[in-house]
């Protein structure tokens, strides 16, 4: 029998993850073999997966759509990011029973810090509004970020965003003091002065959108020593952070938060501490695409 770690990705669709690369890359650093498996797992699926999947020996699995609310029953405990996200995307298999966590955007941090970059009492401004930012800007709230100002081409996007995050604040789910601002993308300019990280959280350059920003002068304006993040990570640099960099920006691409995601839940599956710098450090610097 394969002592292999047994691995997977569930979801629908599932064939384009690039879960079991990334986790591929990780598992390779620590000297460790995987068997990290794409499933097409459709909604209402989830039992029948969850029953082949402990009968088969599979150590834990990542979700993505349409299964990260819906595996919450499934779950004996959940941590305090999932619960806080209302949504799990990574489950480990122990003794029969399952255990919930959420790593999103504890890599999204990761990626922060390893670049010396710290969210508490700082004034973000993310423009995008989709999926992702109301993860991110509820665990910047939740770590004490001052101001978080969502900015998106549809501004009633930007709006539920803050107000989930207002409610949170209110019923004591989310830490309270950070001033949220929702507006269009058009209003940025105004909150670029003082602000100490700018997010790009639009797919907008991305490799195989076909769209990117044509005119990047509305952030001229951005506090000089403010850190510009982009969520895409292909390709590495976009037209977005090469324009920051050329104004002498401290730039940070997405494969920190795609990698960070992925070193934080192999150490779950692994029950052990990794070196996480370390391997965060090889995985980012080392020269290959994703
Ligand atoms: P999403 O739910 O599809 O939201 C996309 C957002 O971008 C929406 O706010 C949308 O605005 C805006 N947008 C899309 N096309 C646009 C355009 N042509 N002009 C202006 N705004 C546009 O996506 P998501 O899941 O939040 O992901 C956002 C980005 O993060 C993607 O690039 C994704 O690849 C990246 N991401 C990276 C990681 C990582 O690990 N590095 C993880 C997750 C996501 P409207 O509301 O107006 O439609």
Known sequence: MSDKIKLNVIGDPIEHSKSPIVHGLVFDALGLECDYTRVLVKKGGLSEYIESAIESGVRGFNLTMPHKVDIIPYL?????????????????????????????????????????????????????????????????????????????????????????????????????????????????????????????????????????????SFTDGLNPSAAVCDLIYSPPKTKFLSYAEARGHKIINGRGMLIGQAILADEIYLEKQLDIGGLYEKLTSGDYTI
Do not use: H, W
């Open 76 to 216: 004996k405990e959940i941590d305090s990011d999932a619960e806080l996200f209302g949504a799990v995307n990574t489950v480990k298999i122990k003794d029969g029973e399952l255990y919930g966590y959420n790593t999103d955007a504890r890599g999204f941090v990761l990626s922060l810090e390893q670049n010396g970059v710290d969210a508490e009492g700082k004034s973000i401004v993310i423009l995008g509004a989709g999926g992702v930012v109301s993860t991110l800007a509820l665990k910047l709230t939740d770590m004490g970020a001052g101001r978080i100002a969502v900015m998106n081409r549809t501004v009633q996007k930007a709006e539920a965003v803050c107000e989930k995050i207002r409610s949170y604040q209110k019923d004591g789910r989310a830490r309270s003091g950070c001033e949220l601002i929702s507006g269009g993308t058009d209003e940025a300019a105004k909150y670029l002065p003082d602000c100490d990280i700018l997010i790009n959280a639009t797919p907008l350059g991305m490799s195989g959108v076909g769209a990117d920003y044509d005119d990047l």
